[in-house]
């Protein structure tokens, strides 16, 4: 099996430790071990608790307590629709090592996060990519996604809230893809690891399982619930998907980490405390970027409706990979190249870090840019 270099993960693998501002990262600012116990009036009582933890290989699919809170952030999913991955990217490698076979035909948003695309492509399939351009505010072309889908599409990939653009499709649009889905029986997977990290509060966003009988949505505890170092996410679907992916799986997971999972539970149920925060920060920071973005005459956006990042076109004739290189050197702020999207004049930012970092961040950016105007 070949495979295309994964060109995000080995731009944040090269730089992202020694970054002094980091603000490439895409999970929301995470929590330490000590603030995720301390959301529960008891964190004495949870410490006992898992050190009187025997550490076995723990519940194979997930404990039933996390399977069942997951699903409970749907409405029509079951603890048996729930399978524990190591993360979202385990989720979503899991899910095409199941169902995609050579000869496959796969469509999939572009700009995404490339695994969507380069893993069915990896496993022989025949992978279209459906463009989403900023003049559609990243939002994909329904017309253009009816061309593309044939009788022998197998399935159609999708990431809601778009990483790295922060697009959201709404239900009336997702309705739709469910529909062209349909009309050519295909499975469709939304990734869906930003969800409910909305700007606007009055926005409610279905998941794609809750709309289709082929949906498959993954996600994890990374991104919204600011606990990355778990390593743990899901696949939510049809429970003849699960039993598919279950078989799959065990040549790849015997099982999560069972104290990983038992944090997971905690964060769950402690889950309207970390929106509450999570949200705050990022329709506070986006406030902040907007902001910012007005004040560079070098720099534009669609801005985001959802998640943590959006793309910033900058208006310098250098690469992006260059251009993040030499804001890296220069000032310690962290940006990802368009590149890495195939989207040169282009880079990804981060928004959801602390604050402090942000503003910080941002201000290295301008003086950076600043001394870009002189020279170009």
């Known amino acids: 099996m070949r495979i295309a270099p994964f060109k995000v993960e080995e731009w944040m693998n090269e730089y992202e430790l020694e970054a002094v501002y980091n603000i490439a990262e895409t999970c929301v600012d995470s929590l330490t071990v000590e603030e995720l116990i301390r959301l529960s009036a008891e964190p004495e009582d949870f410490f006992k608790e898992m050190a009187a933890q025997k550490l076995t290989y723990g519940h194979i ?30 989720a979503n490698f899991l899910t095409l090592f199941s169902l ?7 469509i999939t948003v572009h700009p995404t996060y490339q695994q969507i695309y380069s893993v069915p492509e990896s496993f022989g399939a025949q992978v279209k990519l459906l463009r989403l351009l900023p003049e559609n505010e990243f939002l994909p072309d329904l017309d253009e996604l009816r061309s593309l889908v044939t009788d022998k599409t ?3 990939c999708i990431n809601n809230p778009n990483n790295p653009s922060g697009a959201l499709m ?15 029986d295909a499975y469709l997977l939304c990734d869906e690891v930003y969800r409910n990290l909305h700007q606007d509060p009055e926005i409610t966003v279905p998941s794609i399982v809750d709309l289709y009988d082929k949906g498959i949505a993954t996600s994890s505890m990374s991104k919204v619930f600011s606990l990355a170092g778990l390593r743990l996410g899901w696949i939510a679907a049809p429970v003849d998907v699960i039993k598919n992916c279950f078989q799959h799986r065990d040549y790849t997971t015997i099982s999560c980490g069972m104290l990983d999972d038992m ?18 920060i990022v329709r506070d920071n986006l ?32 690469p992006s990979e260059a251009f993040c290189i030499d804001l890296f050197r220069s000032t310690g702020a962290f940006l990802t190249p368009g590149s890495c999207f195939d989207m040169e004049g282009w880079v990804r930012i981060g928004y959801a ?3 402090e970092v942000l503003k910080a961040g941002l201000e290295k950016v301008s003086e950076f ?3 870009q105007k002189v020279t170009q």
């Not at 995609?100 to 796969?106: C, I, N, R, Y």
């Not at 709404?170 to 050519?184: D, F, H, K």
């Not at 944090?263 to 705050?280: C, G, Q, S, T």
């Open 263 to 280: 944090l997971a539970v905690h964060a769950l149920k402690n889950r309207d405390k970390i929106m509450e925060r999570n949200l705050k």
């Open 61 to 90: 699919e997930g404990s039933p307590e996390f399977r069942s809170l997951v699903a409970g952030m749907y409405k029509t999913m079951k603890p048996e629709n729930i399978l524990a991955m190591n993360g979202a990217i385990g």
């Open 369 to 371: 840019l600043a001394t």
């Open 100 to 106: 995609v076979q050579p000869g496959d035909e796969v």
């Open 170 to 184: 709404n239900e009336a649009i997702l309705r739709e893809i469910v529909e062209i889905a349909r009309s050519v």
């Open 154 to 156: 197998k399935l159609i």
């Open 353 to 355: 870090c602390s604050t």
């Open 287 to 318: 406030q902040i970027l907007d902001e910012w973005v007005i004040s560079e005459p070098l720099v534009s956006y669609v801005k985001p409706q959802a998640g943590t990042t959006a793309m910033l076109k900058y208006e310098l004739d250098i």
